[in-house]
């Protein structure tokens, strides 16, 4: 068809990194003929270097480098956001037992024993480059759930900058808290996709200039379950889900959809749970203009006497708060 020129598809890119040069020239003659792209690099600090400036989609890593080896460079790619997810393959020498235990713990997807067969040097490159294929569109998913998210907050001109604000607060917090970083991943993540089941509550519920009447909040509650059910089919996120389907539970009980009670309550949801209300408070809505951040510290902590958020959590919110208005002011 004229005018419907689609760019062939990127080919699978292998980095190899091994100081021999035999071996480096064995891998690439045969991923070469098998139709991948290939990189080869000499040494560790070659290979951090060449994961970061062309996002190959398989690692080979000989474990016996000068300088970082193998097993440091695949500890620092998976300790890293960015690269965790690109399958890393240690190339071993024949009984390297603790080389391969050392290889297990820095998170290595696979093991290649030298000297490599062909067929097996084929066959671990073409199902880890499968798996990669699959978790980039998983990626993918994951980015148009956030697109969607973004434009849920677009309806409704009151919000914006709402879901924003919230990622940054509740890893403000959860770093007030001294949680980890896959949570703190998370609470980043879940500030944006918290509301993302609003895409099911109609605008005239949504965007209402006042308050909802019984059937109406019935509606609106219904975008915790539906967000849950919609990033179900999302592995990459499983962490977030409960974020989604829980940052209205109170700890009271008094809150939705499950009416959860005290430690019921996921902890990431009790957090995105304190700076949605905060952010509430502090921005303009349909029915009321905003509060200043005094009055809204004043709110929450009258919910924490109401018992519905920890008291912890709260005043390690405003610490955070006061912190970061010091830093930044
Ligand atoms: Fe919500
Ligand atoms: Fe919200």
């Known amino acids: 068809m004229i005018g419907t020129h689609t760019p062939p598809p ?10 021999t040069e035999s071996i480096r020239a064995l891998f690439e003659k045969l991923l070469t003929s098998d139709g991948y792209q ?11 270097e060449a994961v970061r400036a062309q996002h190959p989609d398989v690692i080979l890593l000989d474990v016996g480098m000068p300088g970082i080896d193998g097993i440091e460079v695949c500890r620092r790619l998976k300790a890293d956001a960015a ?9 071993t020498g024949l009984s390297e037992l603790p080389d391969r235990i050392r290889g297990i713990e820095a998170g290595a997807d696979d093991f290649l024993t030298k000297p490599v067969h062909p067929h097996e040097l084929r066959a671990r490159v ?5 798996m990669k294929h699959l978790t980039d569109e998983l990626d993918s998913a994951e980015a148009a759930f ?35 970083a896959d949570d703190l991943d998370a609470l980043h993540r879940g500030g944006y996709l918290h509301d993302v089941g609003k895409v099911g509550v109609p605008d005239s519920v949504l965007l209402k200039p006042g308050p909802l009447t019984d059937a109406e909040f019935a509606v609106m509650k219904r975008h915790t379950e539906i967000g849950d059910s919609l990033c179900a089919p999302l592995q990459s996120l499983r962490g977030v889900r409960p974020i ?4 209205h539970e109170r700890l009271d009980g008094s809150g939705y959809p499950g009416g959860l009670r005290g430690d019921e309550v996921p902890l990431l949801a009790q957090i995105v749970g304190i700076v949605d209300v905060y952010d509430a408070l502090t921005s303009d809505r349909p029915y009321r203009t905003a509060i200043d951040p005094d009055a809204a510290s004043r709110h929450l902590l009258s919910e924490v006497e109401r018992r519905k958020f920890s008291k912890l959590h709260v005043e390690a919110f405003l610490d955070s708060l006061r912190l970061s208005a010091v830093v930044s002011g």
């Open 10 to 19: 990127r080919r699978t890119r292998v980095l190899v990194a091994d100081d």
């Open 38 to 48: 290939v990189v080869s690099v000499v040494d560790g600090v070659a290979a951090l």
């Open 83 to 91: 690269t965790r997810l690109t399958p890393v393959v240690l190339v």
């Open 126 to 130: 073409a199902s880890l480059s499968r």
């Open 146 to 180: 956030v697109a969607l998210a973004l434009t849920i907050e677009a309806r409704d001109p009151m919000t914006k900058g709402h879901c924003e604000r919230l990622a940054h607060w509740a890893v403000l917090l959860g770093r007030g808290l001294g949680l980890p």
């Open 244 to 247: 989604i389907r829980c940052h």
